[in-house]
C-alpha cells in the first residue's frame, strides 16, 4: 500500500499492520499534521534479527534518536547488521526506521535522505552533524 507523507510517496507492508488502509492513512495525516507522534497500530514484526531491529526502532520515542552502534550494542550484533536490517523494515515511518541515524550524519534511508532529515526535524529530533 502507498502513504503520502510530507509531499512523498512511501510503500509499505500493510499485511503486517492489523488495521485496513483507511485507519493507517488516517493515522499517517494525523502523525503528517502533528496531532500523533505515535501510531496505535498493531504491527506483526518480522521474524529474526530484523524484528528485533524493527522492536528496538519501535522502541525509540518520537524526537530522539539511537545511533546503529547504539542498537548494535544493545542487541549485541554488529552496527551494520542494524543498518541492513533498517533497511528491510516493511514499514517505514509506522516502525520509524528514520529515528536510527549514524554518529555524525543522518546515513541511509529507503526514502532518501532528504525525507529522513524533514522526518526528524518534524519531530524535533538533533540532526546527528548539525549544530
Given at each position: 500500500m502507498?502513504i503520502?507523507?510530507?509531499d512523498?510517496?512511501?510503500?509499505?507492508?500493510?499485511s503486517?499492520?492489523?488495521a485496513?488502509?483507511a485507519?493507517?492513512r488516517?493515522q499517517?495525516l494525523?502523525y503528517?499534521?502533528?496531532e500523533?507522534?505515535?501510531?496505535?497500530l498493531?504491527v506483526?514484526?518480522?521474524e529474526g534479527?530484523?524484528?528485533?531491529?524493527?522492536?528496538?526502532?519501535?522502541?525509540?520515542?518520537?524526537?530522539?534518536?539511537?545511533?546503529y552502534?547504539?542498537?548494535a550494542?544493545?542487541?549485541?550484533?554488529?552496527?551494520i547488521a542494524?543498518?541492513?536490517?533498517c533497511?528491510?523494515?516493511?514499514?517505514?515511518?509506522?516502525?520509524p526506521c528514520?529515528?536510527?541515524?549514524?554518529?555524525?550524519?543522518l546515513t541511509?534511508?529507503?526514502?532518501?535522505?532528504d525525507?529522513k532529515r524533514r522526518?526528524l526535524?518534524?519531530e524535533?529530533?538533533a540532526?546527528?552533524?548539525?549544530p
Amino acid at each position: 500500500m502507498e502513504i503520502q507523507l510530507f509531499d512523498t510517496t512511501r510503500d509499505i507492508d500493510a499485511s503486517r499492520i492489523d488495521a485496513d488502509p483507511a485507519t493507517i492513512r488516517e493515522q499517517v495525516l494525523e502523525y503528517e499534521s502533528g496531532e500523533r507522534t505515535e501510531f496505535d497500530l498493531k504491527v506483526d514484526y518480522l521474524e529474526g534479527f530484523t524484528g528485533k531491529v524493527m522492536r528496538a526502532m519501535a522502541d525509540i520515542p518520537a524526537g530522539e534518536t539511537r545511533t546503529y552502534g547504539e542498537v548494535a550494542t544493545a542487541l549485541e550484533s554488529a552496527p551494520i547488521a542494524v543498518g541492513q536490517a533498517c533497511g528491510r523494515n516493511p514499514i517505514p515511518v509506522i516502525v520509524p526506521c528514520h529515528r536510527i541515524v549514524g554518529v555524525d550524519s543522518l546515513t541511509g534511508y529507503a526514502g532518501g535522505l532528504d525525507l529522513k532529515r524533514r522526518l526528524l526535524e518534524h519531530e524535533g529530533a538533533a540532526i546527528p552533524g548539525e549544530p
